[in-house]
């Protein structure tokens, strides 16, 4: 039976994902050994276990990037949510990675939160509702744990005002001829969405463009979201600011199988959200498609297969308390030592405190998350100014 192609753009993630042919087709680089070794002695000795598990797969420029932080010339973080709905655990990861590189490095970080992409995308959004999302949205990333002096958001609705001097800079440089190629536009898309991407591009370079000197970016995200990123570094050069280097994270699956976890339709239960009652977060793991066999006596006799399972999915990337649990986990699992319903149980003994202390987190930060967003005041100041930029 011949395999579906997969798919993969910022606007639709669809089949088997073959990272290895991904990373050709885009033209990035495996993350090399090395620059985990450079990025380890940069972070005092540790690495983030989503990058020794690979759950970051592809790069764009990190030797360099690494390289001249060495040198002093500091990098910030950039990472981005679209604010379609309530927000997923699967969501929370490259916020989970930046949070590690901004404790480790004391880098500073803009979060954007882009109601407008949304709103433009989803037929029969409402305005406001995507920006409830947002606003709703922007405490579950504070609450990841984000130091508020080094953070600061650009907020599209709010921030247009900041951000448009530079957006129409940029937006200059982009053809229509361009976006279409690279997100496949049609002739029936909204030209909301055919602006769009400038506006994606502006936070990798605002610091660039307000201090007068190269600040170099590195924007951890999903690996959907490269093509965007692509136009950005293309700009670059013309603008006379440096490309922002990447991490690529991979796609991580629904409860359900799905190519990428999501509330897509008549997937509600592929998702688990951080709003999720305990009994519904119960009744979806339970239910959670696994690597599992048919029958328990041949899975004691074969063992499982972890790489498909989305319940490992989760050990893997945010719940397994260490390595060596990570590694019991599935070297139980592969050789069938351990059935489905008990790795099941015993990952909700894990996923009920994390959600619970990620409440109590996300309660703190409405103090301060209003603060954090970048805003116009009349005159042209912003009312957040930008964090303490990096040293040029
Ligand atoms: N387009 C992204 C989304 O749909 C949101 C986003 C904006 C983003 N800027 C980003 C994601 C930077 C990653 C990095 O979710």
Redesign the pocket.
């Known amino acids: 039976m011949p395999t579906e192609e997969f798919v993969v753009t ?1 606007y639709e993630v669809r089949g088997a994902i073959d990272y290895d042919r991904l990373r050709e087709r885009f033209g990035t680089q495996p993350i090399a050994d090395a620059d985990l070794a450079t990025l380890r002695e940069l972070a005092g000795g540790t690495l983030s276990p989503l990058l020794t598990r690979g759950v970051y797969c592809s790069q764009r420029d990190l030797a360099r990037l690494l390289a001249d932080h060495r040198a002093g010339r500091r990098f910030f973080l ?5 604010p379609s709905g309530p927000i997923h655990t699967a969501h929370l990861i ?1 916020f989970h990675l930046c949070r590690w590189l901004q404790e480790r490095l004391g880098v500073p970080m803009y979060i ?1 939160i ?1 109601d407008d ?1 949304k709103f433009w995308l989803r037929p029969g959004t409402d305005r406001e509702e995507t920006a409830r999302f947002g606003r709703e949205n922007l405490l579950d990333l504070l609450a990841v744990g984000f130091d508020p002096k080094r953070t600061r958001v650009f907020f599209d609705s709010r921030s247009i005002g900041t951000m448009y001097p530079l957006a129409t800079e940029v937006a200059k440089r982009i053809t229509y001829s361009t976006v279409k190629a690279v997100f496949g536009f049609k002739p029936e898309t909204n030209i909301g969405l055919v602006f769009y991407t400038a506006l ?1 591009t502006v936070p990798a370079f605002y610091p660039s463009w307000r201090t007068g000197h190269p600040v170099p970016c590195l ?1 951890p ?1 999903g690996i959907d ?1 490269d093509p965007h990123f692509r136009v950005t570094r293309d700009l670059a050069d013309g603008l006379q600011y440096p490309k922002p280097a990447l991490l690529h994270g991979q796609i991580l699956p629904g409860l359900s199988g799905g190519a990428k976890m999501s509330a897509g339709g008549d997937r509600a239960d592929d998702a688990l959200y951080l709003n999720d009652p305990p009994a519904e977060v119960d009744r979806k793991i339970r239910r959670a498609f696994t690597g599992g066999r048919a029958t328990l006596e041949e899975q004691r006799r074969l063992g499982a297969t972890p790489e498909v399972c989305s319940v490992w999915a989760l050990w893997r990337t945010q719940f397994a308390r260490d390595d060596l649990e990570f590694e019991t986990v599935t070297r139980d699992c592969r050789s069938g030592a351990m059935m489905c319903g008990e790795c099941k149980e015993k990952i909700l003994g894990r996923i009920h405190p994390f959600l619970e202390e990620h409440r109590r987190r996300r309660e703190k930060a409405r103090d301060y998350a209003e603060s954090l967003i970048l805003e116009p005041l009349p005159g042209g100041t912003d009312a957040a100014h930008a964090p303490e930029l990096p040293e040029p």
């Not at 950039?78 to 679209?82: E, H």
Request: aromatic fraction near 8%.
């Open positions: 910022p950039y990472s981005g949510r679209g490259h954007q882009t992409e994606q924007i995200c979201q």
